[in-house]
């Protein structure tokens, strides 16, 4: 299921404790009839105004948080009908009258053909200099895909990244081009008119 409608009205069980499964149970409150997420530790990777949010809903009793709970088994036939959860520390079991679970418990990014290419990695990711060039002569890369010291996984840096990379890779394919390092308006103190 990837639309919220499809929810509207059901009651859902979300297991998770990452920004996906914190963002899916605050997005489907107003839609789903009752929403309860299940995480097995008490901490959250979720960005902290996220939990807390989330947490208010709890205490407000629009949805309910439950830690630290893992999934025993879903039951149905052609449909999801119950899930069977447990506290990991007890072992006890509560059975949850469900119409849909939301498994969010991470993404595996693989490199594909991307691997086979010689470029060079680190932690599964492309290494990249200042200018987003790669190891490879002419090969610049931006995004989540790179790593550099400080990297963070946002979209707001890929952005930027994406800009430093398109500007680095026009220069090398035409070297007659210069970098430009800012607005094209821009001009240096030495140079401006006086
Ligand atoms: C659940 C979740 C919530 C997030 N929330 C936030 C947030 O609130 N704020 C924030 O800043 N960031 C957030 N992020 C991170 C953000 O999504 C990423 O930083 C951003 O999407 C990275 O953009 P990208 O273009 O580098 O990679 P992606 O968005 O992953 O795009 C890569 C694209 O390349 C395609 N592709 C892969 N392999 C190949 C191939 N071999 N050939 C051709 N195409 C290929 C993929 O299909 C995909 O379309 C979140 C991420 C997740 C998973």
């Not at 409150?29 to 530790?41: F, K, M, S, V, W």
């Not at 946002?154 to 930027?160: A, C, D, P, R, S």
């Amino acid at each position: 299921m990837r639309s919220k409608a499809e929810f509207q009205g059901k009651r859902v069980l979300i297991v998770g404790g990452g920004d996906s499964a914190v963002d899916w149970a605050l997005n489907l409150l107003g839609t789903a009839q009752e929403i309860t997420l299940i995480h097995r530790r008490p901490q959250f990777r979720a960005h902290e105004a996220s939990v807390k949010e989330l947490m208010k809903a709890h205490e407000e009793g629009r949805l309910k948080v439950l830690t630290p709970y893992e999934v025993r088994r879903i039951e149905g036939e052609t449909w999801v009908r119950k899930a069977v959860i447990f506290q990991n520390q007890t072992q006890e079991e509560v059975e949850l009258e469900v119409d849909a679970v939301l498994i969010l418990a991470g993404y595996l990014t693989k490199l594909g053909p991307l691997a086979g290419w010689g470029l060079e990695l680190e932690k599964n990711k492309i290494k990249v200099d200042t200018t987003m060039a790669t190891n490879l002569p002419g090969v610049y890369a931006c995004g989540d895909i790179v790593s550099y010291p400080g990297k963070l996984p946002l979209i707001v840096l890929g952005f930027g990244e994406a800009a430093i990379a398109a500007n680095h890779a026009a220069a090398y394919a035409n070297p007659a081009l210069k970098v430009n390092p800012g607005h094209s308006s821009e001009k240096s103190e030495e140079k401006a008119p006086a």
